[in-house]
C-alpha cells in the first residue's frame, strides 16, 4: 500500500510540534504589508504581523500560494510513490484550493485535495484526526471520511472587537463600518458550511462577553467535547478570560491557545478572537 502524505496551506492552525510529529508539508500563503511582500512562516511570524498591521500606511493584501509551490511539493512527496492529502482553507475567503487542484493535474504523484470549508484550528483538528487514521494503515477513503466527521461535529466562533479591516477590506460598507464604530458595535460570526455567517451583533464588549458565555454553556452541555483552540489577533485579556473559563469547564482539555496567521489577520483585524472545538 502506498504511503499517504499530508500538505495543508499555511492557514492551517497547526503546532509546530504537530506539523514536526506527523510530517506535515506546509504551503505558505504570502502577505503584502506597504509594498513588502511576506510569506508566511518563511520571513514573517504570526507574533511579528499584528504590530506590522498596525503600523502600516493601508490595509495589507493577501495572496494564495502560486501554482508551482504547490507543483514542486506533490513532485517531490511522490518520488517514492506516495499519494497525496492536500487540504486547503474554504474557498469562499481563498482560491488556494483552486490553485492546489491545478497544480494536481499537473504532478504525476495522485493527489486528493479537500476544501475543508474552514480553516485556522477548526482546520487542523481535521488533519490532525486524518493523520491518524493514515499513520494506523487507514486509506485516502477512511482519512477523508474522518475529516468529513470531524467537519460535521465542530464549531467556529470568532468575535470581531473592530471593523475597520472588514470595512477596508470591502466586506461590510464604509457607511455601515462608520455607524458601528460610533455604536461601539460588535461582532459574533461563525463559520458554517463554509460560509461566514453573523451571529450575533451587539454594542460593546458586554455583548460579547455575554454570546460567549452562552456558546460556553452550549459547549458544556453538549455532545462531549475532544478538543479546543483559540486563536487571536493581539487580544490577550479577551483570550485569557475565555481560557481561564474554559479550564474550568473541561479541565482534562488542553486549549491550544495561538496567534493565528497574518492572511486572516488581515481580515479580521486586531482584537480578533476565535474560539474553535469539536465533539464526539
Request: hydrophobic fraction near 40%; charge should be negative; include cysteine.
Amino acid at each position: 500500500m502506498a504511503k499517504i502524505k499530508i500538505v495543508a496551506d499555511s492557514s492551517a492552525g497547526l503546532t509546530e510540534a504537530e506539523i514536526k510529529e506527523h510530517d506535515i508539508t506546509i504551503i505558505p500563503l504570502s502577505v503584502m504589508i506597504d509594498g513588502t511582500v511576506y510569506v508566511e512562516r518563511e520571513t514573517i511570524t504570526n507574533d511579528q504581523f499584528p504590530d506590522m498591521m498596525e503600523k502600516a500606511s493601508s490595509l495589507p493584501k493577501t495572496s494564495q500560494p502560486p501554482i508551482g509551490k504547490f507543483t514542486e511539493a506533490f513532485d517531490r512527496l511522490g518520488e517514492d510513490g506516495a499519494e497525496v492529502l492536500c487540504v486547503c482553507m474554504m474557498e469562499s475567503i481563498s482560491g488556494t484550493v483552486h490553485a492546489a487542484e491545478q497544480a494536481a493535474s499537473l504532478t504525476k504523484t495522485p493527489v486528493r485535495v479537500i476544501d475543508c470549508q474552514t480553516t485556522d484550528r477548526a482546520m487542523a483538528f481535521q488533519i490532525l484526526e486524518a493523520a491518524k487514521v493514515i499513520e494506523a494503515g487507514g486509506t485516502m477513503d477512511e482519512a477523508v471520511a474522518k475529516m468529513k466527521e470531524v467537519f460535521d461535529h465542530h464549531k467556529l466562533y470568532l468575535a470581531i472587537d473592530n471593523l475597520d479591516n472588514l470595512v477596508a477590506g470591502g466586506r461590510i460598507s464604509r457607511f455601515a463600518g462608520t455607524i458601528s464604530s460610533l455604536l461601539n458595535i460588535k461582532l459574533m460570526l461563525e463559520v458554517a458550511g463554509g460560509q461566514i455567517h453573523i451571529a450575533m451583533k451587539g454594542r460593546g464588549i458586554k455583548a460579547i462577553h455575554k454570546e460567549w458565555d452562552k456558546i460556553l454553556d452550549q459547549m458544556a452541555n453538549g455532545p462531549k467535547v475532544k478538543g479546543i483552540g483559540i486563536s487571536h489577533v493581539k487580544a490577550d485579556k479577551e483570550v485569557a478570560r475565555l481560557k481561564g473559563k474554559l479550564n474550568e469547564l473541561f479541565p482534562g482539555i488542553e486549549v491550544t491557545v495561538r496567534e493565528t496567521v497574518p492572511v486572516i489577520a488581515t481580515h479580521t483585524g486586531l482584537g480578533a478572537c476565535c474560539l474553535t472545538y469539536y465533539t464526539e
